[in-house]
């Protein structure tokens, strides 16, 4: 595997620039203007659900833009962060807050888009790798606290040790350490935090890793019968590691091998990880309020969700088109995951696949 030098290792407040995205926000097209200086096409690709002619919503967030006149790029930084808003990430009460300071105070700030991870996600995951391979080795080293803490918890669920569970956690272990866990971002990071970018695993593989996992593989289903096919997952189940329960079921999956039965563990639920439906109605009553000027009806809000909603305008700042219209883009980017159950950003991919390009090239 090939090796990189420390200075290719990291980003230092420098990211990845947002203008690379820009043209993934391009979507309908807008009327033609005598001026060359006008946009030709309005910023709404990743708010399209319905076709446009029939979404009174996306004319009303276009008309906005209209009202702008030209979107400059530091507009279009403001406006791409709007689209990093994934209601699925483990971050995205916090990040949904930040967005609001962003229109509020008008200030890019560093951002992570899709897969991307903070850097306390990422301890937090290479702990458990850490952990994981601990208990491979019979041995308990680590050197922080948060590691220390998380090895306790998997010496504690994985129990008594046999042969089965050895190769079930390391298999496990095998397995999260493929994972992508990138902590990347886009912007830029006044603090100067150094992020790792390479690698974008938890420990380095070995050359040949693939051909272990098969092998174990191989003798767990002979040990186990169709059983085996539940703990033989990725981590976390399919999906990424930026998944707000990603951990919870990476924790379900090293609790079943504790007492080799699926499900046979499930540990408490987080309660950041609740309430998150009941979150999102008050984030889009609140926003809606902001952008069409209208008051909110405080019958049944408890004090908590009425903090919430102060805190979320006084946030947003004093109302102007410009925030309108970003606020409108970000309630309608959180109403179509709302009502659809799934990330409806048309070019994700393209998001992630400009992403890896760009770290590719500093790595070269």
Known sequence: MKEYQDRRQSLTGDGIPYHLVYHLLEGSPRPIRSSPAQNKRFYDANLLWREVSKDLEIQEINSLEMKIGQVTPFILDLRTMVDFCCIWRYDYPDNFLSICRVIGEMKAYPARCHYQIGIERGRELNAYASALLNWIKGEQSFTTEQEREITAEVFKILG??????????????????NRHIDCSFFGYD????KVTISPFSSQRLTYDWQSRIHELEREIMRE????????LGE?????????????RRLLILIGSIGVLKW????????????????????????????????????????KQEEDLREKILKSLGESDTIKKWLAFSLWKNLKNQTLYQAYTMKRWIEFGRIKDSYIRNLLA
């Open 263 to 302: 499900r046979g563990y499930v540990p408490p639920i987080d309660p950041k990880m609740k309430g998150r439906r009941e979150l999102t109605h008050s984030y889009l009553t609140t926003l809606e309020s902001f952008f069409k000027r209208k008051g909110i009806s405080h019958e049944k809000l408890d």
């Open 190 to 193: 006044s603090t100067k935090t």
């Open 235 to 247: 981590p976390g189940g399919v999906e990424p590691p930026c998944h707000f329960k990603y951990i």
């Open 160 to 177: 008594i040790r046999n042969q089965l569970k050895e190769k079930l956690v390391e298999r496990t272990y095998l397995g999260l350490i």
């Open 224 to 231: 186990m019968g169709s059983e085996g096919y539940n703990f």
